[in-house]
């Protein structure tokens, strides 16, 4: 494990921390012929030696890999991405790479995971709740306010496109993983950091069936998260 954790390490070193944004505009710009691309090889061939400790001796095959193989993706990405595709590309090009460290270790530790020992009662349990909590809640939510559905044309004309959507998930999963980890004072911090957020837009708006629409939206996506983080503690009891 502790190889797969020094790879990782000089992955996150080469690709993130190290890689400056010209680097990235460069490649996208120039690609193949792209001179910030070949640094950029160099720099995780660079780490990769530094963390492995010079001992290439051992570890010749890995390092050959991981740096042909990063060079061959990157390029990859560079070819067929496009500026829509650009944030799919991103985590398509992570995760090949994720998977060749944990290939490249596979050669010296024994890396297989165990489908028995990975899919718990308790993993399953978290699954089938995060996705009440992700998807049906939206589903529940939508379904019981949309019989008001107020129409403001500030409201559409400058909120981002299915922003109010990312914000209802993210906003239950914040509140779901603060109950299940007892942090109920949290709950009370993050509905106060988004009213004074929704301040304006609630005193600014004559609109009242906005007001009282958006209300209830919040208090709906905040009660059903709670209520879900306490019945899967619950349930847990029973695993």
Known sequence: MILFLKLLLAHILGDFVFQPEKWVKNKEEKKVKS??????????????VLILQFNLKEYWLAFLLIIISHYSIDLLKLYLQKKKTKRIWFFIDQVLHLTILVFATSFYVDFS?????LITDQ????????LLVIFVSAIIIKIIITQWNPESKKENDD???????YIGILERLFVFTFVITNHWEAIGFLL?????????DLTSSKDRKLT???????????GIAIFLGVLYLYTLKFI
């Open 159 to 165: 909120s981002l496109a299915k922003a109010g959507h």
């Open 192 to 200: 106060a950091a988004k009213s004074v957020f929704r301040f304006g």
């Open 123 to 130: 993993l399953l349990l978290l699954i089938i709740f995060l």
């Open 113 to 117: 995971l165990s489908t028995e020992n």
């Open 35 to 48: 001179v910030k691309l070949y640094y950029h090889i160099a720099l995780h061939a660079l780490f990769l």
């Open 212 to 222: 009282e629409y958006i209300l209830i939206g919040t208090l709906l996506s905040f």
